[in-house]
C-alpha cells in the first residue's frame, strides 16, 4: 500500500503505539519518572530473552563465514545506525580484530553519527551504493537494524545482501516487519510502547544494543577470542589495556610480575602469545606458530601441545 501525503502510516507498529499508562509523565517528579522509566527498561531483558533461539540461530550463521574469512556487516539509519557502528567500533579494541572484519554502515556516512541527515533512511540506492563501496559479496554477512523494521535504506540493504548471496539478517522491533521478511534470518525483539511515543532511541535502542553486545561477543568467543571469560585477545596500546593484559597473562600463568612483563615485551603487548610462551617455553616464531595452526584458539593450541608432549 502506497504511503500517505503527510508520510507512511505507523499507527499499527507497536514502538509507535501511545502507552496510556504514562499519559501524565510530564506531570510526574524527577523521582517518578525515573521509577518510571527503570520500570520500563527492567522489561527489555525479557524481551530479548523471547528471541534467544533466533539470536542464537544468526550467530552461529555468522561465526561460520567469518571462520571463512567473511565478514560481520551492520547497517540502519538513526540510531540503529549509530549502534550498529558504536559495536563494528569496540571489536578491534577488545578482541584485536582487523577493523575491516566488523563493519558498521549508517545511511548518510560519518555525518549522521552526530547530525541527522535529511532523507538518507528513505534512500533505497543509497543503502546499495554503501554496499558496493564495501564490496559486499557472498562470505559476509549482513545485519540490518531497524526499530520500525520498514526504514527503506536498511530494508533495501538486506534485500540486496541477501542477492548477492551473503547471510542476510533483519533486525527489528515489531512483529511481522518488511525487514524481517526481506532477510534469511530475522531477530523481532518486541519491547512494546516506548516512555515518549515513537522515541526507539529508548527501549528499542537498548534491546539493539543488548542484542549486538550478543551477536558480535558470542561470536569471536566461538571464534576462540576469549580464553574462559579472559579477553586474551587484548593488545596493550595503553597504560590501561597494558595492565588489563598484564592481569590477564598473570590470571592465566601465574607467572612472577616480571616474567609477565617481559613476555608481553616479547610479543608486542598481545596478552595471548605472551600467555603461551610462558605456559610452554616456546619462542616466539613457534608461539606464532602453533597459534595459527589452530585457528589463534589458546585453550585447542593448549590442548594439542599437551596431546603431543
Known amino acids: 500500500m502506497p504511503d500517505e501525503p503527510h508520510g507512511p502510516d505507523l499507527s499499527a507498529l507497536t514502538t509507535e503505539s501511545i502507552d496510556d499508562r504514562h499519559a501524565d509523565l510530564d506531570t510526574l517528579s524527577t523521582r517518578e519518572l525515573a521509577v518510571a522509566m527503570n520500570a520500563a527498561d527492567a522489561a527489555v531483558t525479557d524481551a530479548v530473552e523471547a528471541q534467544l533461539d533466533a539470536i542464537v540461530a544468526v550467530v552461529e550463521g555468522v561465526t561460520e563465514r567469518l571462520r571463512r574469512g567473511g565478514r560481520l556487516v551492520y547497517a540502519g539509519a538513526g540510531t540503529a545506525g549509530r549502534l550498529g557502528v558504536l559495536d563494528a567500533s569496540e571489536c578491534p579494541p577488545t578482541f584485536d580484530t582487523d577493523p575491516s572484519l566488523v563493519v558498521g554502515l549508517i545511511a548518510g556516512g560519518e555525518v549522521a553519527l552526530t547530525t541527522a541527515v535529511e532523507g538518507a533512511e528513505d534512500d533505497r540506492e543509497l543503502a546499495i551504493r554503501d554496499l558496493d563501496r564495501i564490496g559486499l559479496t557472498d562470505a559476509d554477512t549482513l545485519v540490518g537494524l531497524s526499530a520500525s523494521g520498514r526504514t527503506p535504506y536498511t530494508v533495501e540493504a538486506v534485500a540486496e545482501a541477501r542477492r548477492r548471496g551473503a547471510l542476510a539478517v533483519g533486525f527489528a522491533c515489531n512483529q511481522g516487519s518488511p525487514l524481517a521478511a526481506a532477510g534469511h534470518l530475522a531477530i523481532e525483539v518486541v519491547v512494546g510502547p516506548e516512555l515518549v511515543a515513537g522515541s526507539t532511541r529508548l527501549k528499542s535502542g537498548t534491546a539493539q544494543k543488548l542484542v549486538l553486545n550478543m551477536i558480535s561477543t558470542m561470536a569471536m568467543v566461538r571464534l576462540g577470542k576469549t ?56 619462542a616466539p616464531a613457534q608461539v606464532d606458530a602453533a597459534l595459527t595452526q589452530h585457528h589463534g584458539d589458546l585453550r585447542a593450541t593448549l590442548t594439542a601441545l599437551t596431546k603431543e608432549s
Open 227 to 282: 580464553y574462559g571469560n579472559l579477553m586474551v585477545d587484548v593488545r596493550a596500546t595503553n597504560d590501561k589495556l597494558r595492565a588489563r593484559a598484564h592481569r590477564i597473562v598473570t590470571t592465566i600463568t601465574g607467572a612472577p610480575p616480571q616474567d609477565v612483563e617481559r613476555a608481553l615485551d616479547e610479543h608486542g603487548g598481545r596478552a595471548k602469545p605472551a600467555a603461551l610462551a610462558l605456559l610452554t617455553g616456546l
